[in-house]
């Protein structure tokens, strides 16, 4: 299969880890729960790990390549105050700031 479209995934955070097995077909991931998180390519897309924490995904139909790296990413989206989760190579997050300390 030539792969025509690509969409890298990051994962950040402590212990965040990603595999994969079957030839790219099934895709494993380690995001703090007590469980792995699985997901299942579509019959046209690919999964690639080149670290623990960069996931590439990719196919010959750019919808169904967005589509599933978008499920991937709803399964933990980063978050506003640390910036943990799983993120597109690309995305940049405006951290929000945290509390702030009363002065007396």
């Given at each position: 299969?030539?792969?025509?479209?690509?969409?890298?995934?990051?994962?950040?955070?402590?212990?965040?880890k990603a595999?994969?097995?079957?030839?790219g077909r099934e895709l494993f991931l380690k995001?703090?729960?007590?469980?792995?998180?699985q997901f299942t390519a579509p019959p046209t897309v690919r999964v690639f790990c080149f670290k623990p924490n960069i996931i590439c995904c990719t196919g010959i139909d750019k919808h169904r390549v967005h589509h599933f790296a978008g499920a991937v990413r709803s399964s933990k989206p980063p978050e506003v105050y640390k910036g943990k989760g799983i993120l597109y190579i690309d995305e940049v997050i405006k951290l929000k700031p945290g509390k702030k300390q009363q002065k007396k």
């Open positions: 299969m030539e792969s025509k479209f690509f969409r890298f995934l990051k994962l950040v955070g402590v212990g965040f595999r994969t097995e079957q030839g995001l703090g729960y007590s469980h792995e998180v």
